[in-house]
C-alpha cells in the first residue's frame, strides 16, 4: 500500500504542515528520493572506477616486465 503525507511526516520525525512547508506532494519527496539514490549511486561507481584505475596504474608500476 502507498504510505500516507501522515506516515512519511512521522517517518522523518516532522508533522504534516512542516512537510509540506518544504515538499508539494509525496510525488515530490519520490521524484528527489529518487534523484538523490541515483546521484549517489553514480558518484559511487565513479569512486569506485577511478581506485580501480589507479590500482591497476600502481600494479603495472611494480609489476615484474
Excluded at 13 to 29: A, C, D, L, N, W
Aim: aromatic content about 10%; cysteine-free.
Amino acid at each position: 500500500t502507498a504510505a500516507t503525507m501522515r506516515e512519511i511526516a512521522a517517518a522523518a520525525g516532522m508533522h504534516v504542515p512542516t512537510m509540506y512547508q518544504y515538499f508539494r506532494s509525496k510525488e515530490e519527496i519520490l521524484e528527489l528520493v529518487y534523484s538523490w539514490t541515483i546521484d549517489q549511486a553514480t558518484f559511487q561507481a565513479r569512486n569506485t572506477a577511478i581506485m580501480s584505475s589507479r590500482v591497476a596504474r600502481r600494479s603495472s608500476l611494480v609489476s615484474p616486465k
